[in-house]
């Protein structure tokens, strides 16, 4: 579904530049639930709004569901956006209409690309629990309640692929978990492939995968040792060390991320010395200069 490889995107105004995104690699299967954690600023939000359409890749290679998004036109973008992808934002106001009801709003996308189904917006708010509610406006309805709407907004043109950047970042842990398994239905139901930005890592037990991202690069990879295990399971096992193995990514051409703390505690800075024993590499600070001469 997603393939990104040497994904690089910079941000220039006037006279600085930010380069948000430094190569990055991601794929992820058609059907997947995935998790993208990561700290404010290391790039998440950039790479969902290109994943998205929304904004443009400087360099590298992003294709998604075939799409190659370096290279698409204009006009092929609109299409993209139309028919591939659904995006959710932690600030739902960016797509909902407040003086409409909840079903108007979902109707709303559907009018623009003149395709209304009034069946297929009732079903939608009815998936996300909402259909004693569909006829309130939508300042009538609680702050979680506004967030399924825009979740049924989102599959309002039945996308294959759903991103949602930080989806549960201003509600409360009830509401945050119906929002999960919200998605987890749809991912299962619908086969919608499902990609979640969030920087909270109780999340992150509720999804297959979890990719972190450091510094605009994907570091390490979380997967699930039991693909079987239940939602609940996974819920009472907590963290993502108990129920994720965790693994570094290495890249096509053998670049991986060291931690900065491992760096800094071994007190590697610049360069390091590399050895291989046959079984492991082990990577160590260089020996200072002086000792090399003598
Ligand atoms: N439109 C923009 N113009 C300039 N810099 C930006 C822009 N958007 C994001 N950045 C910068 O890119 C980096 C990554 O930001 P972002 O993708 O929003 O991170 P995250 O979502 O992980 O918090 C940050 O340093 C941020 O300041
Ligand atoms: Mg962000």
New binding site residues.
């Given amino acids: 579904m997603i393939q990104c490889e040497g994904l690089v995107k910079i ?1 220039k ?1 006037e006279d600085i530049e ?1 380069v ?1 995104l430094q190569g990055l690699n991601l794929s992820v299967e058609q059907g997947e639930m995935m998790a993208i954690i ?10 969902l709004n290109i994943l998205g359409g929304l904004d443009h890749p400087s360099a590298g290679q992003v294709s998604v569901g075939g799409w190659d998004l370096l290279k698409i036109q204009d006009d092929q973008l609109v299409e993209y956006k139309r028919n591939t992808v659904g995006f959710v934002w932690q600030n739902n106001a960016r797509n909902l209409l407040p003086y409409l009801t909840a079903l108007e709003n979902v109707e709303m996308p559907m009018l623009l690309t003149g395709k209304l189904d009034r069946a297929y917006a009732q079903e939608l708010l009815e998936r996300v629990g909402l259909k004693d509610r569909m006829h309130n406006k939508l300042h009538q309805l609680s702050g979680g309640e506004q967030q399924r709407v825009a979740i049924a907004i989102s599959l309002s043109n039945r996308p294959k692929l759903l991103l949602a ?1 930080e989806p549960t970042g201003s509600v409360d842990t009830a509401t945050s978990d119906q929002i999960m398994q919200i998605f987890r239905q749809v991912n299962r139901e619908l086969g919608i492939t499902v990609v979640i ?1 969030t920087h909270d890592l109780t999340l992150a037990g509720k999804v297959d995968r979890v990719v972190a ?1 450091r510094d ?1 690069l994907t570091s390490t990879e979380f997967v699930k040792r039991n693909p079987n295990l239940d939602l609940a399971a996974a819920e009472l096992a907590g963290g993502l060390q108990e129920v994720h193995e965790a693994f570094v990514v290495v890249d096509r051409v053998g670049r991986l991320q060291v931690p900065k703390e491992y760096l800094e505690s071994v007190g590697i800075s610049g360069r390091a010395s590399m050895e291989f024993d046959g079984e492991k590499i082990v990577i160590t600070a260089p020996k200072p200069l002086e000792e090399e001469q003598s």
Wanted: hydrophobic letters at 35%; aromatic letters at 6%.
């Fill in positions: 941000f105004s930010v948000a990561g700290n404010s600023g290391s790039g998440k939000s950039t790479l950047d930005v991202i605009g």
